[in-house]
């Protein structure tokens, strides 16, 4: 029987046609089914998701929201229930990712959004979270209320499994009717978790759609883009492009495209009593679904002075990075991947006083650069280029150049260094500083690329403060 990866409400599946993607890795034979819809599907099922989200979601306290997202989180952190189980045993095949990064990536993910974890989302853009639920009081005077939108789209990208799952909880955190349309590379997580949700409270199986098309068919997608009042998009750059360029000018139009992150480590980080520890948490960040994420480092930056000098750190990051390929071995690569890596190291290799180590089937591969300007990517799936530096501050000036294109920085450093490079860093573009170990795992309430998980997606309406003034000469106890 073949998983189904969608979830329709308003539409008859016997009317509708279907097609199977197939995975073949950990030497299975996988068929996800997906739909194809047309135009008229996709109009048809956002009013659907328009009508019920009115009736119910949007009338929910927010309280209650938070609830059964929690319940939800609750049976995927237990390994017992029949969702956790299906996901450690079809993500692995699905994706390629080794099966125990898998189980230990998914629970300290799933931990953010728990629910101190989500009421913290919410402070974080609300100071006064009920705003979502009744008219509030403001600091400017008057009153305001938040709305969310009646019929979010998500259009999703990649293959790590979970991330739909920010997008997907922040549009409920705000009370908005979902349509996601999940990426081929990994169709599942977001549908089971909309399955999950619908069993958990019924009502919302009615305000959450998941869907799917081919990259680049265009009918859908404009559909969808018409009927939305918010959209969010993930990927390239150009393909974010193509897509907001179907976007009505009435439809709000939030983008998250690639970026670039790196690491800085300080010389306080290359005593003899650190400099395995330091190495050992750089090369997680690395190994982590193999540099998939835009969180991940393409460049390390080491600064001389320490015990350690930086080569004998990227000789230390390339004995970690061995290790853990032995401990979670990097997914099987198609053909332009394995061509990818090896292109990069043969450039690598011509550049001058490069030093490139690595294991000899190209699981990983370490390159190491004496005081070179050192930015540009990686080839990803654990390739990482290591360059000495005499000073970390000189790095920020570095990085401006790729102002558009910077995300996560993770530093080893002490704290009055930290505090001083992330200002630099944060004025040439960065958006997020990361311990080393942690540049993976964004915190809960993390500000995506530097913008508001939630408020970004809501209206406020206001009841100016003269208007309470005006509506007090008409009342009943009016002098």
């Given at each position: 029987?073949?998983?189904?990866?969608?979830?329709?409400?308003?539409?008859?599946?016997?009317?509708?046609?279907?097609?199977?993607?197939?995975?073949?890795?950990?030497?299975?034979?996988?068929?996800?089914?997906?739909?194809?819809?047309?135009?008229?599907?996709?109009?048809?099922?956002?009013?659907?998701?328009?009508?019920?989200?009115?009736?119910?979601?949007?009338?929910?306290?927010?309280?209650?929201?938070?609830?059964?997202?929690?319940?939800?989180?609750?049976?995927?952190?237990?390994?017992?229930?029949?969702?956790?189980?299906?996901?450690?045993?079809?993500?692995?095949?699905?994706?390629?990712?080794?099966?125990?990064?898998?189980?230990?990536?998914?629970?300290?993910?799933?931990?953010?959004?728990?629910?101190?974890?989500?009421?913290?989302?919410?402070?974080?853009?609300?100071?006064?979270?009920?705003?979502?639920?009744?008219?509030?009081?403001?600091?400017?005077?008057?009153?305001?209320?938040?709305?969310?939108?009646?019929?979010?789209?998500?259009?999703?990208?990649?293959?790590?499994?979970?991330?739909?799952?920010?997008?997907?909880?922040?549009?409920?955190?705000?009370?908005?009717?979902?349509?996601?349309?999940?990426?081929?590379?990994?169709?599942?997580?977001?549908?089971?978790?909309?399955?999950?949700?619908?069993?958990?409270?019924?009502?919302?199986?009615?305000?959450?759609?998941?869907?799917?098309?081919?990259?680049?068919?265009?009918?859908?997608?404009?559909?969808?883009?018409?009927?939305?009042?918010?959209?969010?998009?993930?990927?390239?750059?150009?393909?974010?492009?193509?897509?907001?360029?179907?976007?009505?000018?009435?439809?709000?139009?939030?983008?998250?495209?690639?970026?670039?992150?790196?690491?800085?480590?300080?010389?306080?980080?290359?005593?003899?009593?650190?400099?395995?520890?330091?190495?050992?948490?750089?090369?997680?960040?690395?190994?982590?679904y193999d540099q998939?994420?835009?969180?991940?480092?393409?460049?390390?930056?080491?600064?001389?002075?320490?015990?350690?000098?930086?080569?004998?750190?990227?000789?230390?990051?390339?004995?970690?990075?061995?290790?853990?390929?032995?401990?979670?071995p990097r997914h099987?690569?198609?053909?332009?991947?394995?061509?990818?890596?090896?292109?990069?190291?043969?450039?690598?290799?011509?550049?001058?006083?490069?030093?490139?180590?690595?294991?000899?089937?190209?699981?990983?591969?370490?390159?190491?650069?004496?005081?070179?300007?050192?930015?540009?990517?990686?080839?990803?799936?654990?390739?990482?280029?290591?360059?000495?530096?005499?000073?970390?501050?000189?790095?920020?000036?570095?990085?401006?150049?790729?102002?558009?294109?910077?995300?996560?920085?993770?530093?080893?450093?002490?704290?009055?260094?930290?505090?001083?490079?992330?200002?630099?860093?944060?004025?040439?573009?960065?958006?997020?500083?990361?311990?080393?170990?942690?540049?993976?795992?964004?915190?809960?309430?993390?500000?995506?690329?530097?913008?508001?998980?939630?408020?970004?997606?809501?209206?406020?309406?206001?009841?100016?403060?003269?208007?309470?003034?005006?509506?007090?000469?008409?009342?009943?106890?009016?002098?």
């Open positions: 029987m073949a998983e189904r990866a969608y979830h329709l409400p308003g539409l008859d599946p016997a009317a509708l046609q279907f097609e199977a993607l197939r995975f073949d890795g950990a030497g299975r034979d996988i068929a996800i089914e997906v739909p194809v819809l047309s135009a008229a599907d996709m109009q048809a099922m956002a009013a659907h998701v328009r009508a019920h989200t009115r009736r119910y979601l949007a009338q929910y306290p927010i309280a209650r929201v938070v609830d059964i997202v929690d319940q939800a989180i609750a049976r995927l952190l237990d390994r017992d229930d029949p969702y956790r189980r299906r996901m450690e045993d079809l993500l692995p095949a699905i994706t390629g990712y080794d099966r125990e990064m898998l189980r230990l990536g998914l629970t300290e993910y799933l931990k953010s959004f728990r629910k101190p974890e989500l009421q913290r989302f919410l402070a974080e853009d609300f100071p006064n979270p009920t705003i979502l639920d009744d008219f509030q009081p403001l600091t400017k005077g008057g009153y305001g209320r938040a709305y969310g939108p009646e019929v979010l789209a998500h259009i999703w990208a990649g293959n790590v499994p979970g991330l739909p799952l920010w997008s997907l909880v922040s549009g409920l955190l705000v009370k908005a009717g979902t349509i996601g349309k999940v990426p081929s590379a990994e169709p599942m997580f977001a549908s089971w978790f909309a399955q999950l949700l619908a069993e958990i409270e019924p009502e919302l199986a009615d305000c959450i759609a998941i869907t799917w098309w081919k990259g680049g068919e265009e009918e859908a997608e404009r559909a969808l883009l018409a009927e939305a009042d918010v959209a969010l998009a993930f990927g390239g750059n150009e393909a974010l492009s193509a897509i907001q360029s179907r976007a009505p000018i009435t439809t709000r139009f939030l983008a998250y495209g690639h970026k670039v992150s790196f690491s800085l480590i300080g010389r306080e980080a290359l005593d003899a009593a650190k400099a395995s520890d330091t190495a050992r948490r750089a090369a997680y960040d690395v190994a982590r998939q994420g835009c969180y991940s480092p393409h460049t390390i930056f080491v600064e001389a002075g320490g015990s350690a000098a930086p080569l004998q750190f990227a000789q230390y990051l390339a004995f970690e990075l061995s290790a853990l390929e032995r401990k979670f099987p690569l198609a053909m332009s991947e394995a061509a990818s890596i090896a292109a990069w190291r043969s450039a690598e290799e011509m550049t001058a006083g490069a030093e490139v180590v690595g294991d000899p089937n190209g699981a990983w591969s370490v390159s190491f650069l004496e005081r070179a300007d050192g930015f540009g990517p990686s080839a990803l799936n654990r390739s990482i280029r290591v360059v000495a530096v005499d000073d970390l501050a000189s790095v920020p000036a570095r990085a401006a150049p790729y102002k558009r294109l910077l995300q996560t920085v993770g530093i080893a450093a002490p704290p009055r260094r930290l505090f001083a490079l992330s200002a630099a860093l944060g004025a040439v573009g960065v958006t997020r500083i990361a311990a080393l170990g942690d540049m993976t795992a964004p915190e809960a309430g993390w500000h995506h690329d530097g913008r508001y998980n939630l408020s970004d997606l809501v209206r406020i309406v206001e009841i100016d403060g003269r208007a309470l003034a005006a509506a007090d000469r008409l009342a009943p106890y009016a002098e």
